[in-house]
């Protein structure tokens, strides 16, 4: 199994490029969510699926969209890039149910000039 | 007061000593607590789970206090590789869809 997935690793953009992060998991877990991590900040909540076809809002989901494809992914775009989402950006899913624990990807870093 | 707040850090320790982290949490609701480890430049994974009675995993040791809302993670005989930063994690309102993390304490342990 290779858990949680994440493409690309390292992303550099202009202000105002758009660009598509994408997650997968092969663990048949029902939710999966973005969180970005910022020195000093920690992890926040960006988007989060709670089960295939529902997606609600987190902490921080201004300037972000998510596309949850299927049980297996989850997709974070960015539509008009802003220097203020330059971040490392984590995709983590879990089963659900009793189940608490968060699996996590290797993160993408992005940065935005 | 925030979500969850963590002892600042950083900690730097000898090999061989024990370190104590804290962390307080606001949301009284909150029923499932949690310790992760994020190596530098890597994922979150879990360390371990916090139960009301008190749990140890080897040499670490974790503690909830229900009415003072506060948890702790104490790891004796500290090796090098438990150098890492200790998030501490808290579930949002009964709901075990989200999770709130603490922004983390930095620990080094120094041969």
């Known amino acids: 199994n290779a858990g949680v997935t994440q493409t690309p690793k390292f992303q550099v953009l202009k202000t105002g490029q758009s660009m598509t992060l994408q997650c997968a998991q092969d663990m048949n877990h029902n939710s999966m969510y973005w969180y970005r991590q910022d020195p000093g900040m920690g992890l926040r909540l960006i988007y989060y699926?709670?089960?295939?076809?529902?997606?609600d809002k987190g902490e921080v989901p201004n300037g972000y969209n998510v596309s949850r494809l299927n049980k297996r992914e989850f997709s974070l775009r960015l539509e008009s890039a802003a220097p203020s989402q330059t971040s490392v950006y984590f995709c983590a899913s879990n089963a659900g149910g009793t189940d608490y624990e968060q699996y996590f990807g290797p993160g993408t870093r992005l940065t935005v000039t | 007061r925030k979500e969850v707040e963590q002892d600042p850090g950083p900690f730097n320790v000898p090999e061989g000593a024990t370190v104590a982290f804290n962390c307080t949490y606001s949301n009284s609701a909150s029923q499932s607590f949690f310790w992760y480890r994020q190596d530098c430049r890597k994922e979150p994974k879990l360390l371990m789970s916090?139960?009301?009675s008190g749990n140890e995993d080897g040499r670490f040791t974790a503690q909830l206090n229900r009415a003072s809302q506060y948890i702790s993670l104490l790891i004796r005989d500290s090796k090098l590789s438990d150098s890492a930063t200790y998030l501490c994690?808290?579930?949002?309102?009964?709901?075990?869809?989200?999770?709130?993390f603490g922004k983390g304490t930095l620990l080094t342990v120094n041969p």
């Open positions: 916090v139960y009301s």
């Open positions: 699926s709670a089960s295939e076809g529902t997606t």
């Open positions: 994690v808290v579930n949002s309102g009964g709901s075990n869809y989200k999770l709130t």
